[in-house]
């Protein structure tokens, strides 16, 4: 499984971004997709998850609940994560992530099959 992921730059605080993951290959029969991020010196993050599925089950960190929106487009195998009201401390290189565990679960486990590589966002004061 490959996973490609677009969409970062920089924008100022209260702006907004659209990040996208893609994934090919041979993905799982029942699987997840979502993101994390890591700030710079720090520990990788949950951000949300989707599960790609019949099911519409979602999760978000509480940093960005309320802001950013996770949405899926299952014939394309793409998952899109929607950025509005950035802050400074959303900052950090995101990365998208393919697992068959499901989204509800990404929270607690950081560990995840595939991995894409990273995309930077940066958001300015």
């Known amino acids: 499984v490959q996973l490609q992921a677009s969409g970062g730059g920089l924008v100022q605080t209260g702006g907004s971004l659209r990040l996208s993951c893609a994934a090919s290959g041979r993905t799982p029969s029942s699987y997840a997709m979502g993101w994390f991020r890591q700030p710079q010196g720090k520990d990788r993050e949950f951000v949300a998850a989707i599960s790609l599925g019949a099911d519409d089950d979602t999760d978000y960190a509480d940093s960005v609940k309320g802001r950013f929106t996770i949405s899926r487009d299952n014939a394309k195998s793409t998952v899109y994560l929607q950025m509005n009201s950035l802050k400074p401390g959303d900052t950090a290189v995101y990365y998208c992530?393919?697992?068959?565990?499901?989204?509800?679960?990404?929270?607690?486990?950081?560990?995840?099959?595939?991995w894409g590589k990273g995309t930077q966002v940066t958001v300015s004061s």
């Open positions: 992530a393919l697992d068959p565990q499901a989204a509800g679960l990404w929270r607690y486990y950081h560990s995840r099959d595939y």
